[in-house]
């Protein structure tokens, strides 16, 4: 299947045509305009599991928190306000405390192009040639990577793609001192004039297998003025 538009993406399963869903079939995008049906729906997109649990987190509103509802926005507003790093590591500002070069280190926005390989489940391979994958933003910290992607709204499920790729790029880096790569979804949504971020994170028990996805953790901050 062919498509000039590489841009266009599915990010969750109710983007799907109706006559896809209804004989549960999904598309995985290859690089180069190039498509591929997979059957299984469930082996493409993963549901968001419930968030138990809740954190009233003091905010002091900045002047740019609000200017846009774009992802790099989300993620820059959750790690300003040390979400980001209260979510990972339990703690924020002791980090201040310490030695510049023990601090955890953020990676900005970037796009980059690749090749990947992975199956889903024990028998479909797929081949993806050329692929641009977009990182929104990693932290790294005692050789812990951690990748981000964020969403506005209340989707209640997501392409495992979107962390799943990014995922395998730093695997196949082979980067030396690296030990554990995660992955962790933000979504933002503004409920009774609140914003909430909540956070999901997973990784990948069989690294070249996009199925094996498991959850780790999840928390909803709640941004109290």
């Known amino acids: 299947m062919g498509n000039p538009f590489d841009v266009t993406k599915i990010d969750n399963k109710e983007k799907l045509p109706e006559i896809l869903r209804k004989n549960d079939f999904a598309v995985i995008h290859l690089g180069s305009g190039k498509h591929q049906f997979i059957k299984g729906i469930g082996k493409i997109f993963h ?13 002091r509103k900045s002047l740019l928190n609000e200017y846009n509802s774009s992802e790099s926005n989300i993620l820059s507003v959750a790690n300003n306000q040390r979400i980001l790093h209260h979510f990972l590591f339990e703690k924020d500002n002791e980090f201040d405390s310490v ?3 023990q601090r955890p280190k953020t990676y ?7 090749f990947l390989s992975y199956y889903l489940g024990e028998n479909v391979k797929v081949e993806l040639k050329n692929i641009q994958i977009e990182i929104d933003l990693t932290i790294e910290f005692n050789g812990i990577v951690t990748v981000f992607e964020a969403k506005n709204g209340k989707p209640d499920n997501f392409s ?5 790729h990014t ?5 196949n ?3 030396e001192g690296v030990k554990e790569i995660l992955c962790v979804y933000v979504v933002k949504t503004i409920e009774k004039n609140i914003t909430n971020l909540k956070l999901w994170s997973y990784t990948f028990e069989k690294p070249f297998d996009i199925t094996s996805i498991k959850f780790l953790k999840s928390t909803n901050y ?3 003025s």
């Open 47 to 59: 549901q968001f599991e419930k968030n138990e649990k809740v954190i009233e987190w003091k905010y």
């Open 173 to 175: 880096a082979k980067i």
């Open 99 to 101: 030695d510049i070069l």
């Open 167 to 171: 995922f395998l790029y730093y695997h």
């Open 108 to 114: 900005f926005p970037h796009r980059t192009k690749t």
């Open 160 to 164: 495992i793609y979107q962390i799943y």
């Open 222 to 224: 709640k941004l109290i």
